[in-house]
């Protein structure tokens, strides 16, 4: 169910179409949030009133607005101006490669509402860029491209389940360059300036949650000055982001395959941001992918 520190906030949740709405829409309506899905953004305030008027100011509401809307970005904007509403407001973006949303799209047999008579690829385009400003003021970016439904929904619980709203929720995620950068990253950390365990035989079928890695892996030199400069850095940039409203911050700590180096490091990271007070979980995109 919702958090206390969640009551009476607005969720609004938008994104590419095939990225996953519809899943997170539901996931927000069990944990308690009153939905509204496909929603025009010019009734945003309508339906924030009727509901207060309905069920109280400290019903959460949720709704789901896209591209089909009309003048989306210039009504969405407007309405989610400051004050606007008189709720925190929370913006949700969901994303996902081209690949995997047309695989999504072509499964489900449905045409892109921006296609018109061009191609499937073609409406993802207009969408992206109808919606790239949008996804630039979005306090929350989740990737969908790797996760299934129930990973995705567990994405949206943490986030909204029972997150402490005077904290700010730091995912710090490992990954693997040959498979690429992740696209919800808020900044992006790379550690393959240490050397690669992989060359050590002993070592390789290891991953960096293994003891002997992650020792070897910060030992290295320059590991040491890195992490203590580095989160700092977040940690200052974290508190900023809290003093300007947004409550989710991810950071990538990248190697080349995702399995030791980055692994190790990202464990470190995280351990030492939620040694600073910052709600923190870690997350390993690509380990086990090899």
């Known amino acids: ?13 938008t994104g590419m179409t095939g990225a996953g709405r519809s899943t997170a829409a539901k996931e927000l309506e069990d944990l308690g949030y009153y939905v509204v899905d496909n929603m025009p953004p010019s009734l945003l305030r309508d339906v924030v009133r009727l509901v207060d008027e309905s069920k109280g100011v400290e019903q959460p509401i949720a709704v789901v607005v896209d591209v089909r809307s009309g003048s989306f970005f210039q009504s969405l904007q407007a309405n989610l101006a400051q004050g606007a509403t008189g709720r925190r407001t929370t913006l949700v973006f969901l994303e996902a490669t081209d690949d995997a949303l047309v695989r999504r799209q072509e499964a489900v047999r449905r045409p892109h509402p921006l296609q018109g008579s061009g191609r499937l690829l073609d409406g993802l385009h207009r969408e992206r860029e109808v919606l790239g400003d949008l996804r630039s003021e979005a306090d929350l970016v989740i990737d969908t491209t790797t996760l299934n439904v129930h990973q995705l929904t567990d994405r949206i619980a943490e986030a909204f389940g029972s997150a402490d709203a005077t904290r700010l929720n ?57 992490l203590d400069a580095y989160v700092p850095v977040l940690a200052g940039v974290a508190d900023g982001y809290l003093r300007e409203g947004k409550r989710f911050m991810t950071v990538a700590v990248g190697c080349t395959g995702g399995k030791h180096r980055s692994v190790a490091m990202t464990e470190e990271i995280a351990a030492r941001m939620s040694a600073l007070g910052f709600a923190t979980r870690a997350a390993h995109r690509d380990l086990g992918r090899e």
Not at 1 to 13: A, F, I, K, P, S
């Open 170 to 226: 730091v995912t710090v995620m490992s990954f693997g360059f040959k498979y690429g950068i992740p696209v919800d990253a808020d900044f992006v950390a790379d550690m393959r300036f240490l050397p690669n365990p992989f060359w050590i035989p002993a070592l390789r079928p290891h991953t960096g949650h293994d003891a002997d890695v992650a020792e070897y892996v910060k030992s290295r030199d320059g590991a040491a000055e890195f």
């Open 1 to 13: 169910m919702v958090g206390d520190t969640h009551r009476g906030e607005l969720v609004v949740v």
